[in-house]
């Protein structure tokens, strides 16, 4: 049972274009989402986060939407740049049995072309 | 600064060898997790723990030990490795549980033979 999905496995997009990164989950007690960027062979690093209380956030020309009663949250790049190609996971954490319980999305591989 | 560390960066065993990843983290985080990730699969919970001495399971912790002797170490132990244990494995800590982000290690690439 995958609560945390992202569907699009790939997608390409043009330098300058906007890339929007989709990404659905199922329990409601999830109340904070973050996006992470990974590049091969390093770890994943912190984008942008949204807590439940709030539907937008925007860092640059990072900005995450979340959409409550979809349960879909998503994240803009605008505009897209080479170097901002890499595997995008989203992750939800929320209260799991008196503890929080981080979980991720399967990734995203972003392509951005020159 | 150097985040959080893992070592080693790859390593090769062959089925039914133990062996002992290390995480060490320099922010002095209270929480520490083990994550693998697989092809398709993104990343799962193996273990976490919630401060010094503490340790919990996660989504997938069969085959795996840890432990938490010193708040800035997080060791994952494979005590008999089989081959669907390859993998790369990332340690992760947080400050905080709740709304705080994962900052995460390099990983570690490891093949079961």
């Known amino acids: 049972d995958q609560q945390v999905k992202q569907n699009s496995p790939s997608l390409s997009v043009q330098e300058g274009r906007i890339s929007i990164l989709n990404c659905d989950y199922t329990n409601s007690m999830f109340d904070y989402f973050l996006w992470y960027k990974k590049y091969p062979a390093e770890g994943p690093t912190f984008l942008i986060s949204?807590?439940?209380?709030?539907d937008k956030n925007e860092d640059g020309r990072f900005t995450v939407f979340l959409n409550k009663s979809a349960k879909h949250l998503s994240l803009h790049i605008v505009p897209s740049q080479p170097g901002d190609s890499a595997v995008y996971f989203c992750?939800?954490?929320?209260?799991?049995?008196?503890?929080?319980?981080?979980?991720f999305g399967t990734g995203t591989r972003l392509k951005v072309l020159a | 600064n150097a985040g959080v560390t893992q070592t080693p960066k790859f390593r090769v065993l062959k089925t039914g060898q133990s062996m002992t990843l290390l995480c060490a983290q320099d922010m002095n985080h209270e929480y520490m997790y083990w994550y693998r990730q697989d092809p398709g699969m993104g990343l799962r919970l193996i273990h976490y723990?919630?401060?010094?001495?503490?340790?919990a399971k996660g989504e997938v912790p069969d085959g795996y030990n840890v432990s938490r002797l010193k708040k800035q170490n997080f060791l994952l132990g494979l005590e008999s490795a089989a081959p669907s244990q390859t993998s790369v494995y990332f340690c992760?800590?947080?400050?905080?549980?709740?709304?705080?982000?994962?900052?995460f290690g390099d990983g570690t690439r490891l093949s079961i033979l």
């Open positions: 949204i807590s439940s209380i709030k």
């Open positions: 723990s919630v401060g010094e001495g503490t340790t």
């Open positions: 992760a800590s947080s400050r905080l549980q709740g709304t705080y982000p994962l900052h």
């Open positions: 992750a939800a954490s929320g209260p799991t049995s008196g503890t929080y319980k981080y979980i």
